[in-house]
């Protein structure tokens, strides 16, 4: 489901209302978050979270994190839940022998970079991986999970939403208070068009340094121009992909807005095939929802992947040479 218009009101009738369970969930938060750490791996764990439910881009900023530091001469493993996967773990997610069904489609796109483990119990998950031979761990959407020690957060939020109408679930979209998140946080990473970053900094006075960055499309010798598209996205804001598409010229003729995670059945693709070829249209979806297509149906959608564009990496880096001291090349 799409997230509802209420949520970025903050003086809806809604939000007023339900904003006692809001208090409660927020209750919960905080007594979860403050227990102390059940296990204090001997690498460093920097965790790529975020306060807001929902996608604002941790997968993107996991792939873009593990590559700097591939760059910098140190291999991270990767520890997700599996999101929508089957296998409780502890797994290593094998691109081969896995399907999204059993490890969720965000690990399995992740795998293609770095090794990434499932498994609901991170602490459990985190020591399987250094057994493995981790040098760093890189907590995917671990911020409110106090399973493991952290010496790096990166709160990552859509610059365009910020932080909605600032109430917890369900009156709005956070998970937490701001103030409450941002108190355990050392960045926050707001992804958006240039001007999108500048107002959600100039919004707050923000207790941690506010790093901005762009998500753009990755250039594969393919022009988009002209091209008559039928697209379709399962993710957190759908329209995020629709608007990529159509900066980069593409026709959309119609945009399937899926909910986050939506499986892609044989039925729902074979609708879309069909009205694909009667519009005269190829195909196209993102990354993350590529990896949960049925194999028939593989051929036969392209893609338009985007990658992490750092507005300027110098901060991150320096935050990175600091937790991992002398083994950062």
């Keep these: 489901m799409q997230p509802p218009a209420f949520w970025f009101r903050p003086w809806s009738v809604m939000a007023v209302?339900?904003?006692?369970?809001?208090?409660v969930y927020a209750a919960a938060t905080a007594r979860r978050v403050a227990q102390p750490a059940r296990f204090a791996p001997g690498v460093p764990v920097i965790c790529v979270g975020n306060i807001n439910i929902g996608g604002t881009g941790k997968t993107p900023t996991v792939i873009a994190l593990v590559q700097m530091l591939q760059a910098m001469g140190v291999q991270p493993h990767v520890l997700s839940r599996g999101y929508g996967g089957r296998l409780t773990g502890p797994v290593q997610v094998n691109e081969r022998q896995h399907s999204a069904t059993d490890v969720?489609?965000?690990?399995?796109?992740?795998?293609?970079?770095?090794?990434?483990?499932?498994?609901?119990?991170?602490?459990?998950?985190?020591q399987v991986a250094q057994a493995a031979g981790a040098k760093v761990l890189i907590l995917d959407d671990g911020f409110q999970d106090p399973a493991l020690r952290k010496d790096l957060s990166l709160v990552v939020v859509d610059a365009a939403l910020a932080f909605g109408n600032g109430r917890v679930l369900p009156a709005g979209p956070l998970r937490e208070p701001v103030a409450a998140g941002l108190?355990?946080?050392?960045?926050?990473?707001?992804?958006?068009?240039?001007?999108q970053v500048a107002a959600f900094r100039k919004g707050?006075?923000?207790?941690?340094?506010v790093l901005g960055a762009a998500l753009k499309p990755l250039a594969m010798g393919l022009s988009w121009?002209?091209?008559?598209v039928l697209a379709f996205a399962g993710i957190g804001r759908p329209e995020k992909f629709f608007a990529t598409l159509r900066a980069e010229g593409a026709v959309l003729l119609r945009a399937e807005a899926l909910s986050d995670h939506q499986p892609l059945s044989d039925a729902l693709m074979t609708r879309l095939e069909i009205e694909a070829k009667a519009l005269g249209a190829?195909?196209?979806?993102?990354?993350?929802?590529?990896?949960r297509l049925p194999r028939r149906f593989r051929q036969k959608v392209m893609t338009l992947p985007?990658?992490?564009?750092?507005e300027d990496e110098s901060a991150i880096r320096a935050a990175l040479g600091r937790i991992l001291g002398p083994s950062a090349g």
Aim: proline fraction near 7%; aromatic fraction near 6%.
């Design 104 to 126: 969720g489609d965000e690990p399995l796109l992740m795998a293609a970079f770095a090794p990434v483990w499932v498994g609901r119990d991170r602490a459990a998950t985190a």
């Design 306 to 310: 985007v990658r992490l564009a750092w």
């Design 204 to 209: 707050t006075d923000y207790p941690v340094p």
């Design 17 to 23: 209302l339900l904003a006692p369970l809001g208090l």
């Design 225 to 228: 121009q002209g091209q008559r």
């Design 282 to 291: 190829q195909m196209v979806t993102t990354e993350k929802d590529a990896v």
């Design 183 to 195: 108190a355990r946080a050392d960045m926050i990473l707001a992804i958006g068009e240039a001007g």
